[in-house]
């Protein structure tokens, strides 16, 4: 190749480690994050029964498909691990193994308590024939929801009665349609943002940790996992109050 043909490879090659090198510190954020959570259930699990449970209620938000997925790795390497010394897992598994087994067990039955929640609250808002007290249900229900959990929920609204939309039978899927539209309306951008800045601004006025909450949006895949230092006018700014 020419001098213009190499520059132009160099470039890429140099674009390219960059890009691997910002995937691969976002993946070691991730496991850190990861290994984390996993430290705070161990210690809880020392406290006595109460403060156990009681501190288990207190991380349950951060329970998601990704900390699941990890978990799931997390035993197959150990298990691997415990093979390469010659023994079966299954038979003769680590005391590492039996906590992870234990722990993706509690995590993977809580993400499938929450996706029967979230058919529930579903099938609760079609089944009324009244148009009037389908709307002013949903409207009471996204005031309960949990700031965190907002987008999630809308993401749940906007898959569920699409499949609904595109299945049902017409009376249904005419209600699935139109419920779909409120929830559009109800759920904007801008709706979301003002319940997650007023969440932080409670929690800064309030002492707690602003941290905490972040790793919380983390989770939830609201905010991402890079991290840096929030300007003193950032108040009016949910993102740039976490940052």
């Not at 390497?77 to 897992?89: K, S, T």
């Amino acid at each position: 190749p020419d001098d213009g043909s190499r520059r132009v490879f160099s470039e890429m090659a140099q674009a390219s480690l960059a890009l691997y090198e910002q995937v691969a510190d976002l993946a070691r954020a991730e496991e850190l994050r990861h290994l984390r959570l996993l430290q705070s259930i161990c210690k809880a699990a020392l406290e006595p029964e109460e403060r156990f449970l009681q501190a288990i209620q207190d991380m349950r938000h951060m329970f998601d498909r990704d900390f699941l997925a990890y978990l799931r790795y997390a035993v197959a390497d150990e298990a691997r691990r415990v093979r390469e010394r010659g023994l079966d897992p299954e038979r003769a598994p680590t005391q590492w193994l039996q906590v992870l087994m234990v722990i993706r067990k509690g995590v993977h039955a809580e993400l499938e308590k929450r996706l029967r929640r979230d058919l529930d609250v579903l099938n609760l808002l079609l089944a009324f024939p009244q148009r009037d007290v389908r709307r002013l249900l949903l409207e009471r229900t996204v005031k309960r929801v949990p700031a965190v959990d907002l987008l999630s929920f809308r993401q749940v609204l906007h898959e569920g009665l699409a499949g609904v939309a595109e299945r049902d039978r017409p009376e249904i899927a005419e209600r699935a349609r139109e419920l779909r539209a409120w929830a559009d309306e109800l759920l904007t951008d801008e709706v979301v943002d003002a319940r997650l800045l007023a969440l932080c601004r409670k929690a800064e006025d309030t002492g707690q940790n602003l941290e905490r909450l972040r790793d919380m949006l983390v989770q939830r895949g609201v905010l991402p996992p890079a991290q840096g230092t929030a300007p003193p006018e950032a108040r009016g700014n949910w993102r740039r109050m976490l940052e």
